[in-house]
């Protein structure tokens, strides 16, 4: 499977309206504190767009200037390049990335993403998202990301193996059970994180427990949690079980439309279909398709395994983009990749919700057509914390050297996503704003208690 990148058109500009809402104008994305820390000027920049969002937020509930400083910059940016040998011999460097946003509630965590397009920018921006998921899930952690600029699927199975485990040897003193624990992405898999955490292993032989908690959404057969696999797709589905009552509209029956079929896009699909939802439309890199009678998820997600995309299945029609974007349903799930609901797509949707399963797939100008159009945005720092959560859950099991059911690690997911949709819904209530401001508020006040007993050091 080949992913095309997002499409990075630039995005109009908007200007700051009143806190805690989308803003309006020309002036959306400024702040002081981008100029006091020499942000680029971009606005179509992820990064700065990611940040912007904060300290909307920050500035609503008045968090202390320090603090928006130390938590609008990662702690750590580690770039490697490394060479591997190709199968027919010749050797090519590559580019590795793991960035460090913060550890204030927790050891470093989140994925690795194996993609060609994969940019320093685009890695910080993923990671201060994982600081602030995993403070409003309530999990131990802090927010990392790392990846490495590779197209996976133009690999063989031996250069890949190659690729990761010396990527892996590159990063080894940055990353440990303890300090930074990386997990999967786009374009990365079980299998990958198996070999991370068996040359992590060797390399850490002579001493360290548990070595193999270096890295969560292992297979199972190796230190890996059941239901880690589908657990993001889990968690849209609990915040949307959660969230949807009080939007009036009823997982059974619901109309749904999903942008990407991997983990989190195919998870969801066959997830909301067991709970009565009716797939009715899917795009991904290779093609659009919609059945108004609803779309086989488990069909579906079978297909895309074989063939690696929707392209070419049977049982619905093939449509374009646009068609895709106007399709009426009731909940949109964005599950591919960042920046892709921008103006134009905004505009096309034909949906009450956005249920976020990717990060950052919604721009800044995208969210204020959103927002103009009544449409509600469940932000992807809630709606798909599933996935850390799990992966905590597996790190729990391996620093216990127990392993849960999955009824269990069913339960417990419900459990977090439950406790952070209530805390968003109240940050909403009390601070009369958009959810995914109220996201940030909830994520933000953890992180706010946690300084306050800590202070900074020294
Ligand atoms: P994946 O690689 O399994 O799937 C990505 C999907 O996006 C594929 O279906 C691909 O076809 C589609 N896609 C790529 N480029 C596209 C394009 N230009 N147009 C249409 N579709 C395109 O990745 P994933 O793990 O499902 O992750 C998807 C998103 O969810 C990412 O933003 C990721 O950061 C986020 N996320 C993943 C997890 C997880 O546990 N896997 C957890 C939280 C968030």
């Not at 709606?383 to 127990?402: I, L, P, R």
Request: aromatic share 8%.
């Amino acid at each position: 499977m080949t992913q095309a990148p997002a499409s990075k058109k630039p995005a109009k500009v908007a200007s700051k309206g009143k806190p805690g809402s989308p803003a309006k104008g020309p002036d959306l994305l400024t702040h002081p504190i981008f100029d006091e820390l020499g942000f680029q000027q971009d606005p179509n920049n992820l990064y700065r767009q990611t940040v912007s969002s904060m300290l909307q937020a920050a500035d609503l509930m008045n968090l202390p200037h320090q603090l928006k400083i130390v938590l609008a910059q990662p702690k750590n940016e580690i770039m490697v390049n490394f060479p591997v040998r190709m199968d027919d011999g010749e050797y090519r460097l590559f580019k590795g990335y793991r960035v460090q946003h913060n550890n204030a509630l927790g050891p470093y965590k989140g994925g690795l993403r194996f993609h060609h397009d994969v940019h320093l920018d685009d890695v910080k921006s993923l990671a201060f998202l994982m600081t602030m998921k995993c403070s409003l899930v309530g999990v131990p952690f802090g927010g990392g990301k790392g990846g490495i600029k590779v197209d996976p699927y133009k690999h063989s199975k031996a250069e890949m193996e190659r690729i990761v485990r010396r990527f892996t040897t590159a990063i080894a003193h940055q990353i440990g059970p303890d300090y930074d624990i990386p997990a999967p992405d786009v374009g990365s898999n079980a299998q990958h994180m198996a070999w991370i955490a068996d040359t992590y292993t060797f390399l850490s032989e002579v001493g360290g427990h548990q070595p193999e908690a270096v890295i969560t959404g292992k297979p199972v057969e190796f230190g890996g949690s059941l239901g880690r696999e589908k657990a993001t797709g889990q968690g849209v589905v609990d915040t949307l079980i959660e969230m949807l009552p009080e939007l009036n509209i009823d997982i059974k029956g619901c109309k749904v439309s999903i942008l990407g079929y991997g983990n989190v896009g195919s998870w969801t699909g066959r997830i909301l279909q067991d709970r009565g939802a009716k797939i009715i439309a899917v795009m991904d890199h290779t093609g659009a398709i919609a059945n108004d009678g609803g779309i086989d998820a488990y069909a579906l997600a079978q297909h895309c395994q074989k063939f690696g995309g929707v392209g070419g299945f049977k049982n619905a029609d093939k449509i374009d983009k646009d068609e895709f974007y106007q399709t009426k349903v009731d909940v949109f799930v964005p599950a591919a990749l960042e920046q892709m609901i921008q103006e134009p797509e905004a505009k096309m949707l034909n949906c009450k919700v956005v249920a976020e399963g990717a990060n950052a797939p919604t721009t800044p100008a995208g969210e204020r057509v959103l927002e103009q159009r009544g449409i509600e945005v469940l932000p992807a720092i809630l709606c798909n914390a599933g996935g850390v959560t799990v992966s905590y859950f597996e790190w729990v099991q391996n620093k216990t050297c127990k392993s849960w059911d999955l009824e269990q690690v069913d339960h417990e997911l419900n459990k977090h996503m439950i406790r952070a949709a209530g805390k968003v819904r109240d940050a909403r209530k009390k601070y009369k704003c958009g959810l995914r401001t109220a996201a940030y508020i909830g994520a933000l006040e953890r992180l706010k208690a946690a300084y306050e007993v800590r202070g900074i050091f020294p």
